[in-house]
């Protein structure tokens, strides 16, 4: 736990101004981005601090699959079924604002505005999928 990470408050539900969303993984939360870039826009954090997606290890892939099937779960909660149609990946520093591990789950990825297509770019230097 980083006091001073705003995921980590969110994630020990000490920002009473984010709402969680239903997650079955009690090692990771789910809540909406405050500037979405699609119609849904979800991050599906680690309870526990982790380093951003530079960090990440091969013993990490586990927990990247577990962070990935959250999304999708919580995109059909809400009522997305087209998992065709959906953008998963994190932003690399410096171009992450938050220094807290969090995926990027934004549907469907066939309305993304134009600087959302940009900032979101598959493979990108700055977005890994």
Not at 3 to 14: D, P, S
Not at 19 to 33: K, M, N, Q, S, W
Not at 37 to 61: D, R, S, W
Not at 76 to 98: A, E, T, Y
Request: net charge positive; glycine share 6%; aromatic share 10%.
């Amino acid at each position: 736990y980083e006091g001073k990470c705003v995921f980590c408050r969110i994630a020990r539900r000490e920002e009473p101004g984010t709402a969680l969303l239903p997650c079955e993984d009690e090692d990771l939360v789910c809540f909406r981005d405050i500037k979405p870039g699609a119609p849904h826009h979800y991050l599906v954090v680690p309870v526990k601090h982790m380093g951003n997606c530079k960090t990440l290890k091969k013993e990490h892939i586990p927990l990247v699959k577990r962070m990935m099937e959250v999304g999708k779960a919580v995109l059909q909660k809400n009522n997305f079924s087209d998992l065709n149609d959906v953008r998963m990946g994190f932003h690399c520093p410096p171009f992450c604002s938050i220094a807290h591990l969090h995926l990027h789950v934004l549907a469907p990825a066939s309305q993304l505005g134009f600087f959302s297509r940009l900032y979101y770019r598959i493979n990108s230097y700055w977005f890994i999928t």
